[in-house]
């Protein structure tokens, strides 16, 4: 422990140096004289990353934590970066958004400066933006590149910084490795905080209407949305950036009755109304739920700070709001686009859809059955996007979506997009509305024709060193020893993505798995179609099992029956897994 103080200390000592500001200086001078070392800890032991995913950490003063020196340090190697890429280019441009979290805005316009100092021409956002908005803008502007301020849908203390690259997808091999090792090699010094005025323009309005406008071409059914334009609608930001461009979507499907959560439209970084603004907690939508029971609501939405992601709640059938789980909104997405596509002879062939390997393996049976090719990628929408960006001009995407509340329904954005979804799942409120159906109904109408299936998500939580080489053991032996059987049915495919090998044990027969990259997962599939993924988190020192189990669904009333049946399979599985 005293060893560690020591490295401690010297590395807060080194930020008493005049490179920092005095506020800054203050506050490590304050933590060096705390008698409790804790906190100084804490923010020192270690350097925030700069990962495949950018930095996520909590704000404040250090080496650990999100504040202007360790986002300057960020932008400063992506600047150094883009000048050795595009060197033969004319002009490098960067486009810039934040979300409504404390500091965002001050991180935005510091890498602002950042950039325009080192002779990079800047599109600032005037306030926060959805990050959808930020993708599209990046392809809109022609920019090499692109930032948004936001850690998603995590707590307040929270902040964090995505980088983008030419394409408005998230960076991906080589240049997301090439980045960090740029990143690793700035010292605060090589920071150029003081920027060029003259080359940052600000982004309004004019954004906002172009993005709209791209928004209105995912509509499917417009001649539907005339006949319920009165579709009672509520829908929540959760004090995000959903605010002000998810009702202009909705408003320019056709929707004339969007009810809002007034405590909730408050744009805050505080959350004030919520624990976590995270859609996938009840907690977060139950004001918005609380609002659909007053007006008697046809669907409820919500989307987390940055709107990428959609919580989505409906009547189920005994007239209470549930939310659907992310499986179950990737579920409706892809067989309304599908199903409506066909409807209207708008298929023409070369269309493919995108899931994640972890997402529901019932996606893939709507697009089997449809004729429709479909590729199964890591997750992360960056990998959707890279599938989108090689089959460019040659098949043409229709959507693409994971199990953590993320759906993308057109590629000119590259990410999650809750803003083009939650105009999309009011089009199918519509839709289901026009059949004398509720949303709650046609899922369980989707399940009736192409087979019923339960997803949940379990993680294990191991801290410190200890507890990342218990996480790297128990990979280990799920690899050198996976189980016979799982629930009762024997095991007959491990997909190994490490190896990127699938391996048939009944018959010993391999085969490669078709990934570019490979990663540390691990998928188990037994004779009765249960699936199992197991991955250690990148981002949190965790494992995360992902359970979906098959069974059969003859009719709506039954599903209540069936879906407790197969939670009790999960259960059953996870105490054989010892979890």
């Not at 010297?10 to 506020?23: F, H, I, P």
């Not at 189980?483 to 491990?494: C, D, E, F, M, N």
């Amino acid at each position: 422990m005293s060893d560690l103080l020591e490295m401690v200390k010297g590395k807060a000592q080194q930020w008493l140096s005049d490179v920092y500001d005095e506020q800054t200086r203050a506050e490590v001078k304050r933590m060096l004289e705390n008698k409790d070392p804790t906190e100084l800890i804490d923010s020192f032991y270690k350097d925030l990353e700069f990962g495949t995913g950018g930095l996520r950490g909590v704000m404040g003063v250090g080496t650990n934590r999100m504040n202007i020196y360790t986002v300057g340090a960020a932008t400063q190697g992506l600047s150094n970066y883009l000048k050795k890429v595009f060197a033969d280019q004319p002009e490098i441009k960067v486009a810039i958004g934040h979300d409504c979290r404390n500091n965002s805005r001050l991180y935005a316009e510091t890498s602002a400066q950042i950039l325009s100092a080192n002779g990079i021409k800047v599109y600032l956002f005037e306030d926060l933006r959805p990050t959808p908005e930020l993708s599209f803008a990046i392809r809109e502007l022609g920019c090499q590149s692109g930032i948004i301020l936001t850690a998603s849908h995590n707590p307040k203390k929270y902040n964090g910084y995505k980088a983008y690259w030419t394409d408005g997808s998230q960076l991906v091999a080589p240049h997301d490795e090439n980045v960090i090792a740029e990143v690793n090699k700035v010292k605060a010094e090589d920071i150029l905080f003081n920027g060029n005025d003259d080359l940052i323009t600000i982004l309004g309005d004019e954004m906002d209407r172009k993005f709209i406008e791209k928004v209105k071409t995912v509509s499917i059914s417009p001649d539907l949305i005339k006949k319920h334009a009165d579709l009672k609608i509520v829908y929540t930001p959760i004090h995000g950036t959903g605010v002000k461009l998810v009702p202009m979507a909705l408003e320019a499907f056709g929707f004339k009755n969007i009810i809002h959560v007034p405590e909730q439209d408050v744009v805050s970084g505080d959350f004030p109304t919520v624990i976590s603004p995270n859609p996938e907690e009840p907690a977060a939508m139950e004001m918005a739920v609380k609002k659909a029971k007053e007006v008697d609501a046809d669907v409820v939405m919500a989307s987390d700070p940055d709107a990428d992601r959609i919580g989505v709640a409906v009547k189920n059938l005994k007239g209470e709001y549930v939310i659907i789980n992310g499986n179950q909104t990737a579920l409706l997405f892809i067989y309304y686009i599908i199903t409506r596509m066909k409807q209207n002879n708008a298929l023409k062939g070369n269309e493919f859809i995108v899931k994640t390997i972890v997402t529901t393996e019932k996606i893939a049976e709507i697009a089997r059955r449809n004729g429709i090719e479909y590729y199964d990628v890591f997750t992360g929408f960056k990998f959707i996007a890279e599938i989108i960006r090689e089959l460019e001009g040659v098949k043409k995407y229709i959507g693409g979506g994971e199990e953590s509340f993320g759906f993308m329904p057109a590629d000119f954005v590259r990410d999650k997009d809750a803003v083009s979804s939650c105009a999309l799942m009011a089009e199918i409120a519509a839709w289901a509305k026009d059949q004398g159906k509720s949303l709650y109904e046609m899922l369980l109408d989707i399940y009736l024709e192409y087979g019923f299936s339960r997803e949940k998500m379990k993680y294990v939580v191991r801290e410190g060193k200890s507890g990342a080489e218990e996480i790297e053991q128990m990979m280990v032996n799920f690899r050198n020893n996976p189980p016979k059987t799982l629930g009762g049915s024997v095991l007959r495919i491990v997909k190994d993505y490490e190896t990127l090998v699938e391996k048939d044990l009944v018959t010993g027969a391999e085969r490669p798995i078709n990934q570019k990259i490979t990663s540390n997962v691990l998928q188990f599939f037994t004779e009765d179609g249960t699936k199992i993924s197991v991955r250690p988190s990148g981002t949190e020192p965790k494992i995360k099992f992902y359970f979906e189990v098959a069974a059969e669904l003859k009719k709506r009333e039954d599903f209540d029956a069936v879906e407790a049946k197969a939670d009790a399979r999960i259960e059953s599985i996870m105490k054989e897994l010892d979890l």
